[in-house]
């Protein structure tokens, strides 16, 4: 990867901004009663909170666990990615149900933090990253500690695409046709794992370890949890790639005593 510590700190400062004290997410999100997008991630708790968005030039994304600041320029060989460190909830004078996020709102007063993260994701995906074969280590794009932003920690990953169709570069051995032999193999591993169901990824799997390596990579990537499309896809060169390989459950948050 080619990324200058100074520009990643310096983007995060500008998209968290300067008073961040975590990343924080809706309770409500938390407890599925929302969607993502029906209320913000903001990086301080308090009256005024800092609700995170896009800034020119780069993208923002977020799940449960994690940021992640993607540049437009698909050029660009690295991610951000930052771990969610708490949850917060909205506060109104009445018992208006209404969560949307509105500091114009008359009934708004403030938000609180009401509980948080029992680790870094991101940290955890180190560790997955160190117990796995060399040869998935190989799928696997690691992430790089490089530092925190206000005790936030801050890491960069090899970026992935999440086609191959994105790729600034196609894979050196597609272009083949897909005749039946290969095709019962790709069914083959799609049955050993079925959660990635990505008949382009298996397929560039077996071109570049062959159908026997490929069959133990696919058994041992069966223990990664949240395993789904989104989660795997090409990095810049056209290999298949992993690139968030750490699981989540509800068990990832803990609630404050009310």
């Known amino acids: 990867m080619n990324f200058n510590k100074e520009e990643i700190m310096s983007i995060v400062a500008e998209i968290l901004g300067s008073e961040a ?5 809706n309770e409500a999100v938390v407890c599925r009663d929302l969607d993502y997008g029906d209320v913000p991630l903001l990086s301080t708790v308090g009256t005024i909170p800092f609700a995170i968005e896009d800034i020119e030039g780069y993208s923002i994304s977020y799940g449960m666990t994690k940021l992640c ?5 698909k050029h660009i060989d690295w991610v951000i990615k930052i771990p969610i460190t708490g949850i ?3 506060e109104y004078f009445d018992d ?7 500091e114009d709102n008359d009934n708004f007063k403030g938000v609180r933090a009401v509980g948080r993260a029992i680790s870094d994701i991101c940290d955890e995906e180190l560790a997955i990253y160190e117990n796995y074969s060399s040869d998935v280590k190989e799928l696997m794009a690691k992430n790089y500690f490089i530092g925190e932003y206000k005790g936030i920690p801050i890491y960069v990953q090899e970026r992935v695409f999440s086609c191959e169709n994105e790729c600034a570069v196609n894979y050196a051995s597609y272009g083949e046709a897909l005749d039946d032999f290969i ?8 049955d050993i794992n079925s959660d990635i169901d990505d008949s ?3 397929y560039n799997i077996i071109m570049h370890y062959g159908i026997i390596k490929a069959i133990e990579i696919y058994n ?14 090409f990095n810049m060169k ?10 989540y459950s509800r068990d990832y948050y803990e609630f404050f005593a009310a």
């Open 238 to 247: 056209g290999k298949a790639m992993i690139f968030d390989y750490a699981g």
């Open 69 to 73: 600041i993607c540049p437009d320029n």
């Open 183 to 190: 095709m019962h193999e790709i069914d083959y591993l799609m």
């Open 96 to 102: 208006n149900e209404d969560l949307s996020f509105a």
């Open 21 to 25: 004290t975590g990343l924080y997410i």
């Open 88 to 90: 917060y909830e909205e």
């Open 220 to 233: 041992e990537i069966s223990d990664l949890d949240d395993m789904h499309k989104g989660n795997y896809g």
């Open 200 to 202: 382009d990824f298996a």
